[in-house]
């Protein structure tokens, strides 16, 4: 594998990506140098962290990934549920007659 001939500074790649340092910050933690995250230490004690091209790649597959874990429907916790069913018993046997109540 060739070595890395450039680095993209966090704020160029969240431009170039279309989302927050923020978000790229926290996807980042979980990357490691093998992966393309690097630090980069500038003058005045200034760091910030660098991607190189297989970096970029990893932060979107990463980002892929927790999305997908993200959007899983999460379950009504049990008071809500049960809400609608105390709503459903309230009306007796009949169901139409509850959806008339509203």
């Known amino acids: 594998m060739a070595a890395p001939s450039a680095v993209f500074t966090i704020a160029r790649a969240a431009e170039m990506l279309g989302e927050t340092e923020d978000l790229l910050d926290e ?4 990357l490691e140098p093998e992966d393309g995250c690097l630090w980069i230490y ?4 200034r760091v910030t962290l ?3 091209m297989r970096g970029i790649e990893s932060l979107k597959g990463t980002h892929r990934r927790s999305e ?3 959007v ?3 379950p009504p916790s ?3 549920a049960l809400a609608g069913w105390i709503r459903r018993t309230d009306c007796g046997s009949s ?6 109540r509203g």
């Open 42 to 45: 500038d003058t005045d004690e």
């Open 68 to 70: 997908a874990v993200s």
């Open 72 to 74: 899983r429907p999460t």
């Open 95 to 100: 169901w139409s007659a509850c959806r008339r």
């Open 27 to 30: 996807i980042a933690d979980q």
């Open 50 to 52: 660098g991607f190189t």
């Open 78 to 80: 049990a008071p809500a």
